[in-house]
């Protein structure tokens, strides 16, 4: 499948329990077009940032926190959001997460997920689109037509 924009979770997905980017996660960002990625993340903006710079990674240009919607994830507000402030239908979307609240927001907005730390959470597997035990495991090529496309390395036991 090919998408216009990547759309990540922040806390999992990107920065680890140090607050530390996990690997792969600074290389993948700094490779996307600023304006065809966002972050969508439970934490508030303040603190979103924070985590954000001191992992050194980019602040997008569209980052969504829970001070700009009125519900959480699992509701797909967040997604939708990011997705509009990029100029997407949310199909067009592929989502990075790493939790069930995270993913079932992604689903219920209508768009594709990539369950990162899938071994965790096995459960995942019935909503994701693609499953990984690491950013690393998944790869993002840009098309031809400028779209992004995916290819995982498959799970293993």
Known sequence: ???EALLFDLYGTLIDE???AVPGAVDLLTALAP???AI???CYGSLARELLARAALPIPGVLVTSDQVEA????PE???LAARRLGYVPQACLVFEDSAHGVAAAVAAGMDVVAVCAIRDPKLARW????VAR???ARITTTPEGRYSLSVRPLTA
Request: aromatic share 12%; glycine share 4%.
């Open 35 to 37: 304006e065809r990625w």
């Open 128 to 131: 994701a689109t693609a499953l």
């Open 72 to 75: 959480n994830k699992p509701s």
């Open 78 to 80: 967040g997604y939708r």
């Open 18 to 20: 140090r607050s530390q």
């Open 135 to 137: 950013l690393t495991d």
């Open 40 to 42: 969508v993340t439970s």
């Open 1 to 3: 499948m090919e998408y």
